[in-house]
């Protein structure tokens, strides 16, 4: 099983902001080339995320399903990664003061990737989700778009034309 940890200055309520908007998944999650739709009930149990990886031509449809949605505390989700197969991804979240420590646990449930030697898998698996966490962190520290955290919330303006321009 790959573990990642790392430190986010911003609360546990932040990372799940991002965690709970859908939408924002191919931001974080190394790999994902787009989103093609997010189930009504996202991010409840059982609710998917139907998403691509890989780069055109070679791109694979595949969904993600929530199996613990337990905030701020943890997530655990299961990535189908068609010919790959299936893993299960854990996120626990703790607060540290004004920061908080995310973990990342992923291991294989189907697919080739099982046959692999664990030190393969949690080598390549561990380096992935390093970059995985950079996102989330930026995500989360900075305030996502379309999230309660978003550039309103950290003393920005948003983007959103106000007024119609006369042209």
């Known amino acids: ?3 990642n940890v ?4 911003c609360t546990p ?3 799940f902001r991002v965690l709970a908007s859908g939408w924002l998944y191919p931001l974080w999650v190394v790999g994902t080339s787009r989103m093609r739709d997010v189930g009504d009930t996202w991010p409840a149990e059982g609710a998917t995320l139907h998403h691509s990886f890989g780069s055109w031509p070679l791109v694979v449809d595949d969904t993600t399903v929530m199996r613990v949605w337990d905030p701020p505390y943890r997530a655990v ?4 990664g068609g010919p790959i197969g299936v893993a299960r991804v854990a996120i626990d979240v703790k607060p540290r ?3 908080c420590v995310v973990r990342i646990q992923e291991e294989p449930v189907t697919g080739p990737t099982r046959i692999l030697p664990d030190t393969v898998f949690d080598a390549v698996t561990r380096w992935r989700n390093a970059e995985t966490l950079h996102r989330l962190a930026y995500l989360a520290e900075g305030g ?3 999230t ?6 950290i003393g920005h303006e948003s983007t959103a034309q106000k007024e119609p321009i006369d042209r």
């Open 97 to 99: 003061g004004d920061a």
């Open 144 to 146: 996502a778009p379309g």
């Open 1 to 3: 099983m790959a573990r």
């Open 6 to 9: 790392r430190l986010m200055h």
């Open 77 to 80: 989700m299961e990535p189908h």
């Open 13 to 15: 309520d932040d990372v």
């Open 148 to 153: 309660d955290g978003g550039a309103a919330a």
